[in-house]
């Protein structure tokens, strides 16, 4: 690297920053764009859960399930049905049961009925969430290491191609279809200043939430090196007053619990909102407790806490909560990065507008790993040489880029097709994803360059248009006719999500089909038109 300048430099370190760990940020980023409809996918992937339409009285009969199912409960907490998810979620625990994050006994209740609901088992899109920054079959701290350092070279790439970028405004409106090797530079440079707030945002954030881990010397300063001791505190900062103690009466005794729907009455009016959650502890005691959790809190300060409420469960009268905590200066910045990055505040108009963006920065990463391939094409055939970097480079592209995708899509079908009763279930369905991927990295060994990328479009839209299809026959309330006709866009909209994948995949694997060949060992160049290395990886 001696005698190049500060852009010079900036372009080689974007270019190699930006191959080394490509394909791991182009999986980190693909999984965790699916992961702003995270709640979307799985309730998809639960056919069973498809028919729960919550109503006004959907609080009230899930009370009296709840009596029903655990009435001398120490606790329950339900979580209330949202856009996202029209299923209750239940789970509660029994007198003297340690109550932890992973602890009790839950169950899924039907919104309109009342009634428990029995899902198939999976991971759904938790899988590909938790993949997006703990990987999957390593142990969790190897795996948050591996994606934290991906994350610092995504952030060195960001930076040194906003540096290489003369004319990063003009790249903004600039694109220039079918000219080989520029097109393939305009669609990277598009794609990385269309969105680069967002790509800024999201990558800085995510180094966020690994600070601790990345950088803890300030915080094992603080504490003397007892850092379960912070967490600890922090925690405690967030937590509601704790309800009196109870005396559990005799059974004989039970003490009624308070209607359910006054009180819910009585937080949407002073939230103006939706109730998202119902916590009863010691229910059928005189000690019982009602809190009442706001559904999306929207401050980013507090990372969306919900707001919340309690009353006396025997009487319905409003307790005395204890004052939220203040939230210093640096603990608010902290937030407001993170929240943004987890989105778990964001209404569906957000998730859409992140969504896209998320897409667009997956679309910049994997056109910086073609554009690579591209630029060297025409001097590896004028040379008549096929380095093995360059065939590895060629096939991680295939395998990671569309095998990816593919693979996601035979997650769908294996969670449509395994028995219901397969033991480990979820598992199989997780088995199924890798085995499919693995396949699509050893498919261009045997194919040349383009028939391999054909091949893996036209198949992956194949597998995705089936899904629908499959719903029509054999999901009869799932499927997008009967979706449509009762306004159930949460589960309609995946549907067409992945229509459109299955168009998108089609066409490019038409569009590379028209294109000829270039031979390997021998190119003809009329004119050597010299090549703007401006936001390009060379």
């Known amino acids: 690297m001696n005698g190049l300048g500060f852009r010079q430099t900036n372009a080689w370190l974007h270019t190699w920053s930006g191959l080394l760990l490509g394909w791991l940020l182009y999986a980190i980023f693909f999984t965790g764009t699916v992961s702003f409809f995270r709640d979307e996918v799985s309730f998809w992937m639960k056919p069973e859960l498809h028919a729960s339409r919550p109503d ?27 856009e996202r998810n029209q299923s209750v979620q239940a789970q509660w ?10 602890g009790g006994k839950r169950v899924v209740i039907d919104a309109t ?3 428990t609901l029995q899902a198939r088992e999976t991971r759904g899109a938790d899988f590909l969430y938790r993949f997006h920054f703990e990987l999957y079959g390593m142990p969790r701290v190897w795996a948050r290491w591996i994606v934290g350092i991906a994350t610092m070279f995504m952030l060195i790439a960001i930076i040194s191609g906003v540096i290489i970028h003369k004319k990063i405004f003009r790249d903004f409106f600039t694109f220039r279809p079918q000219k080989g090797q520029r097109s393939w530079m305009d669609a990277h440079n598009v794609l990385a200043v269309i969105s680069l707030p967002f790509h800024f945002m999201i990558t800085y954030s995510g180094l966020l939430l690994f600070m601790f881990m990345i950088m803890p010397w300030g915080l094992q300063t603080a504490y003397e090196g007892d850092t379960a001791r912070f967490f600890a505190e922090n925690r405690a900062r967030g937590v509601s007053a704790v309800a009196r103690p109870a005396t559990k009466v005799p059974a004989a005794s039970v003490v009624p619990l308070t209607p359910i729907a006054p009180l819910i009455a009585q937080a949407q009016q002073q939230w103006n909102g939706a109730v998202g959650g119902i916590t009863v502890s010691e229910p059928g005691t005189t000690q019982s407790v009602i809190e009442l959790r706001q559904h999306g809190g929207d401050s980013l300060i507090d990372r969306g806490q919900s707001k919340r409420l309690r009353f006396d469960g025997a009487t319905g009268m409003q307790l005395p909560d204890a004052a939220p905590a203040d939230t210093d200066t640096v603990k608010a910045i902290y937030n407001v990065f993170t929240s943004l990055h987890l989105l778990r505040f964001a209404d569906i108009s957000l998730r859409w ?7 667009l920065g997956t679309g910049m990463i994997a056109t910086g ?17 096929n380095p093995f970097g360059d065939r590895l480079v060629r096939v991680l592209n295939i395998g990671t880029l569309i095998g990816l995708p593919l693979a996601l899509g035979i997650y769908f079908w294996a969670n449509r097709l395994l028995p219901e009763a397969l033991p480990n279930r979820s598992v199989w369905e997780i088995r199924f994803f890798f085995l499919a991927w693995l396949l699509c990295f050893l498919h261009p060994l045997f194919r040349s360059d383009k028939r391999a990328w054909i091949e893996q479009l036209l198949f992956t839209a194949l597998v995705y248009v089936g899904l629908p299809i499959f719903s029509f026959f054999f999901l009869a309330q799932s499927h997008l006719l009967a979706t449509l006709s009762d306004g159930r866009w949460l589960v309609a909209g995946v549907d067409f999500i992945l229509l459109a994948v299955a168009a998108v995949s089609a066409w490019s694997a038409y569009l590379l089909g028209r294109r000829p060949v270039v031979s390997p060992t021998r190119v003809v160049v009329a004119r050597k038109a010299p090549v703007s290395r401006e936001g390009a990886i060379t």
């Open 353 to 359: 507008l992140s969504f896209i963006a998320g897409v």
């Open 113 to 115: 009925s009342g009634q």
């Open 369 to 385: 790993l073609v554009l690579w391939v591209v630029k060297r094409r025409p001097m590896r055939a004028k040379a008549g040489t």
């Open 56 to 82: 006004a009285e959907t609080p009230a009969r899930v009370i009296k399930t709840m009596q029903q199912l655990a009435p001398n409960a120490a606790s329950w907490s339900i979580t209330l049905p949202t």
């Open 93 to 102: 625990y029994e007198q003297g049961e340690r109550m932890t994050k992973g």
